[in-house]
């Protein structure tokens, strides 16, 4: 709030964040349901504002009376305050879910960019820009046979070793399967867990040597 205070120089802060701070308590907090002020000092604070429009007039009390009466007040304003934030807490996650959405970003739309070197009150965001450009979220694509992949490094060699690549050049080959594997633990995995590989040992119940070790593993390229 205070950013609609300072200077372009950012250099007077300290002369509002009093007022400020004062203002902030006074008003009556959307979440609790009540103020600041009532949540900590039990009752309202007399403001500049007061003295045209005074508080109604309370009736005095004894030290005793009023320990007893702050006591039982600040009670019931936490126990509503309580119920207040359960109640803010589900109607907020119930507005975040009906608007979250994937952006989607198109030539000319009207964008802003996180302000890498942002301070404490200076603008956290840059823009608006316009987006000229769109180029490809992923940054590797396979070419092969026109596979058109997408993704990252070590996800587009694994892709190519498993998709593509001759059996005889794969890490791991599963001869019963065709199960193809880039390690020695994901294919003593499908042993158990692959079913086209179960029902093939069911009728092949003879053969027991299914792993079959390149020596030499696909060389993946790398092109433009």
């Known amino acids: 709030m205070i950013q609609n ?3 372009k120089n950012v250099n007077d ?8 701070m004062s ?9 609790t349901g009540f103020t600041p002020n009532m949540m900590m000092l039990g009752r309202e604070v007399i403001l500049p504002n007061h003295i045209i429009f005074p508080f109604p007039e309370q009736s005095m009390f004894t030290n005793n009376n009023y320990v007893e009466k702050l006591q039982s007040q600040l009670e019931e304003i936490y126990h509503l305050a309580r119920e207040n934030l359960r109640a803010s807490a589900q109607r ?3 507005d975040y879910d009906t608007r979250v959405s994937q952006n989607q970003y198109n030539k000319g739309s009207l964008v802003y960019r996180l302000n890498q070197f942002c301070k404490k009150l200076t603008d956290k965001w840059l823009g608006p820009f316009v987006i000229t450009e769109i180029f490809m979220m992923s940054d590797y694509i396979c070419n092969w046979d026109n596979c058109k992949f997408e993704g990252t ?3 587009a060699i694994r892709h190519v070793i498993i998709t593509h690549a001759p059996p005889e050049e794969v890490p791991y080959f599963c001869t019963l399967c065709s199960f193809r594997a880039t390690n020695l633990k994901a ?3 499908h042993l158990t867990t692959f079913r086209q590989h179960i029902l093939l040992e069911k009728e092949n119940s003879q053969t027991k040597e299914y792993l079959q070790i390149s020596t030499e593993s696909y060389n993946v390229t790398w092109g433009n």
């Open 5 to 7: 205070f300072v200077n």
């Open 13 to 20: 802060w300290d002369v509002f964040i009093g007022i400020l």
């Open 23 to 31: 203002a902030y308590r006074s008003m009556i907090h959307p979440a």
């Open 92 to 94: 907020q996650k119930k």
């Open 153 to 155: 490094k070590n996800l």
């Open 187 to 189: 294919f003593e995995r």
